[in-house]
T-cell receptor, first 115, second 112 residues
Framework: DQQVKQNSPSLSVQEGRISILNCDYT??????FLWYKKYPAEGPTFLISISSIKDKNEDGRFTVFLNKSAKHLSLHIVPSQPGDSAVYFC??????????????FGKGTKLSVIP | EPEVTQTPSHQVTQMGQEVILRCVPISNHLYFYWYRQILGQKVEFLVS????????KSEIFDDQFSVERPDGSNFTLKIRSTKLEDSAMYFCASLATGPEQYFGPGTRLTVT
């Protein structure tokens, strides 16, 4: 049951160029989408989110685009830096009542930024 | 900056033993979660906790698992009788008003 899919397990990008990480989802009930970054032996770190009623959210070098009709979102990092090398997880959230906003994660994409 | 902390960072236990994983969520947060990540797999939701009770749990969270917030700061996950397949990274997370959850560094549980 893969409600959130990240089809690219890895991505390599030159320093200074744009990194584009993609994510697809199947559940129309999700109302927020989030991107997390994870280094080895650490917990996921929140990067940026977008509400399902918006199509773009920007925070510094990070921009998330949401295409609801295609059930697709993407994270753009520009310019990419070597410190951005990590695993990026797409996650989706839907309020399911009783005080729960559980996250459903994709499998992650390992980004390598080459100096 | 406030952060979620977890102890221990690594726990090794024998099959059938009980383990307790501990978390201190961010102090003004209201919602608390446990997730796990088996090596090479995705992060999976286990349980959410709000207003001193479980609000939602996944199929993974069977009778062997329990959670508690014993003293208003700690949030614990207990596995009563560990199995080999419980070996994973366990992440605690907390949330203020939603939807951004903040994760701890994780506890690596190894069941031998």
């Amino acid at each position: 049951d893969q409600q959130v899919k990240q089809n690219s397990p890895s991505l390599s990008v030159q320093e200074g160029r744009i990194s584009i990480l993609n994510c697809d989802y199947t559940n129309s009930m999700f109302d927020y989408f989030l991107w997390y970054k994870k280094y080895p032996a650490e917990g996921p770190t929140f990067l940026i989110s977008i509400s399902s009623i918006k199509d773009k959210n920007e925070d510094g070098r990070f921009t998330v685009f949401l295409n609801k009709s295609a059930k697709h979102l993407s994270l753009h990092i520009v310019p990419s830096q070597p410190g951005d090398s990590a695993v990026y997880f797409c996650a989706a959230s839907g309020y399911s009542g009783a005080g729960s906003y559980q996250l459903t994660f994709g499998k992650g994409t390992k980004l390598s930024v080459i100096p | 900056e406030p952060e979620v902390t977890q102890t221990p960072s690594h726990q090794v236990t024998q099959m059938g033993q009980e383990v307790i994983l501990r978390c201190v969520p961010i102090s003004n947060h209201l919602y608390f979660y446990w997730y796990r990540q088996i090596l090479g797999q995705k992060v999976e939701f286990l349980v959410s906790f709000y207003n001193n009770e479980i609000s939602e749990k996944s199929e993974i969270f069977d009778d062997q698992f329990s959670v508690e917030r014993p003293d208003g700061s700690n949030f614990t996950l207990k596995i009563r009788s560990t199995k080999l397949e419980d070996s994973a990274m366990y992440f605690c997370a907390s949330l203020a008003t939603g939807p951004e959850q903040y994760f701890g560094p994780g506890t690596r549980l190894t069941v031998t």
